[in-house]
C-alpha cells in the first residue's frame, strides 16, 4: 500500500474534518471508522497478493511439468495385502454368524464368498498398475 494513496487521504481528511465539526466527543468513533477502512484497505492488497502468489505457484508447476504435492500413493502391492487383511479380519465374524445360522453349509458358504472375492481382487489389473514381479 502506498502512503501517499489518494483515496486513503480524502478519507483521513475527511475524517479530521468531521471531528472539527463534531467534537472531540465522537473522536473514537472516527478514528475506529477510519482504522476500518484502512483494514479494509490491507486486507483486500493482501488477498490480491495471495492470489497473484498462488497464480505463480500454479504456473511454475506446469512450467516444470509437476504434480502438486499431494498424499502418497500407496503400492498396489501392499493395497491387495491390505484388502487380503481386512478380508480375512472380516471373516472371523461373517463365519460365525453363518456357523450359527446355517451350520457347515453355511460356513462354506461364506468361506467361498470371502474366497471368491479375494480371488477377483487378485485377478483384477488395473491399467495404471505395473506387474508385481516389477520393482523398478
Known amino acids: ?5 489518494p483515496e486513503l487521504k480524502k478519507e483521513l481528511s ?9 467534537g472531540a466527543e465522537y473522536e473514537s468513533e472516527l478514528v475506529d471508522s477510519f482504522m476500518d477502512k484502512v ?6 492488497r493482501v488477498e490480491q497478493r495471495v ?15 509437476r504434480r502438486p504435492i499431494g498424499p502418497p500413493r500407496s503400492s498396489p502391492r501392499f493395497a491387495r495385502y ?3 487383511g481386512v478380508t480375512l479380519v472380516l471373516a472371523i465374524p461373517l463365519s460365525a454368524i453363518a456357523a450359527a445360522s446355517a451350520h457347515t453349509a453355511g460356513l462354506l458358504i461364506a468361506w467361498a464368498g470371502i474366497v471368491g ?3 477377483a481382487q487378485c485377478l483384477t489389473r488395473r491399467p495404471h498398475e505395473k506387474d508385481d514381479d516389477d520393482w523398478a
Open 39 to 44: 483494514a479494509e484497505r490491507v486486507d483486500s
Open 14 to 22: 475527511a475524517t479530521l474534518q468531521a471531528r472539527k465539526d463534531l
Open 82 to 84: 491390505g484388502f487380503a
Open 1 to 5: 500500500m502506498d502512503a501517499r494513496d
Open 51 to 65: 492470489r497473484r502468489e498462488l497464480a505463480q505457484q500454479q504456473t511454475s508447476f506446469a512450467r516444470a511439468d
Open 117 to 119: 472375492v479375494n480371488l
